[in-house]
């Protein structure tokens, strides 16, 4: 079985998992290409989308850290890698087991992952985050497999089911219409994935700026903490950046590192 997730942490952790022997499995495969942002009209493997993982990722709070920026512009590669050794599993016929969450950038990866998946014979199989778990008497809501310690994932394999051919066609369609669509922005409403424009979240921000100073990463970890959509705290920041340039927001306070900024709705 090949164990295949759609973020980093989500994967770091599963890897974990498996070298703890939580998880018996043989391998497991990263595809964190954030398909519900950009151009999907290329292909997810290409420079544009390596070009843009690193743009979304590299944000100027790290300051001047060349090494991270040349990481992060390695990672569009190494995706691609191991892209390829996914389909050389395929080939074997060696069966997948998909971990997916109703985060945009996970409901996309599942939907592209069958428009690819249609060409093959292997056994595909899911696991779905559940949304609320209960723990004790507590109840906690999770927005990412990330968000999960290495050893919990073995209490959700009987969550396990096999995804039926018949639906892994349905699940291409859906991918090959947003294709065509190809909107800024991909975003999950109802459990359905639909096109959007880039600004779809920004009345987030302007719910949470007020004419009051706050700091960026105040702001943005208000935004994160009382609305878990699965959306990155570098989206937001991008499109704080936008609002900027807009003249929609002022600037209080500048800073080399952009989540230090002090900001506040331009009056």
């Given amino acids: 079985m090949i164990e295949v997730l759609f973020g980093e942490n989500e994967s770091g952790a599963m890897k974990y998992a498996l070298k703890q022997g939580f998880i018996l499995s043989r391998d497991v495969v990263c595809l964190a290409f954030m398909a519900n942002i950009g151009d999907i009209s290329k292909p997810l493997t290409g420079e544009y989308r390596r070009r843009l993982i690193a743009r979304m990722l590299y944000r100027k709070q790290w300051g001047k850290d060349v090494e991270m920026k040349r990481e992060l512009k390695q990672l569009g590669a190494i995706y691609s890698e191991q892209l390829e050794r996914l389909f050389a599993y395929l080939k074997s016929g060696e069966p997948i087991r998909i971990w997916h969450c109703s985060a945009?950038?996970?409901?996309?990866?599942?939907?592209?992952?069958?428009?690819?998946?249609?060409?093959?014979?292997?056994?595909?199989?899911?696991?779905?985050?559940?949304?609320?778990?209960?723990?004790?008497?507590?109840?906690?809501?999770?927005?990412s497999w990330g968000e999960f310690t290495p050893e919990s994932f073995a209490d959700f394999l009987p969550l396990q089911r096999k995804i039926p051919r018949a639906e892994i066609r349905k699940n291409a369609f859906d991918w090959k219409r947003l294709q065509s669509e190809n909107a800024p922005l991909r975003a999950v409403v109802n459990?359905?994935?639909?096109?959007?424009?880039?600004?779809?979240?920004?009345?987030?921000?302007?719910?949470?700026?007020?004419?009051?100073?706050?700091?960026?990463?105040?702001?943005?970890?208000?935004?994160?903490?009382?609305?878990p959509l699965g959306i990155g705290d570098w989206w937001y920041a991008l499109r704080i950046d936008k609002l900027i340039k807009a003249g929609k927001i002022e600037v209080v306070f500048d800073s080399d590192i952009k989540y230090e900024r002090v900001l506040r709705l331009k009056r």
Avoid: Q
């Fill in 191 to 227: 459990g359905v994935v639909i096109s959007a424009p880039a600004n779809f979240y920004d009345f987030l921000i302007r719910k949470y700026l007020t004419e009051e100073p706050i700091r960026e990463a105040v702001l943005i970890g208000r935004i994160l903490g009382e609305n």
């Fill in 104 to 143: 945009p950038y996970s409901m996309c990866g599942l939907l592209w992952l069958c428009s690819l998946l249609e060409n093959y014979d292997s056994d595909v199989y899911s696991v779905e985050m559940p949304r609320v778990v209960a723990v004790g008497n507590n109840a906690h809501c999770y927005s």
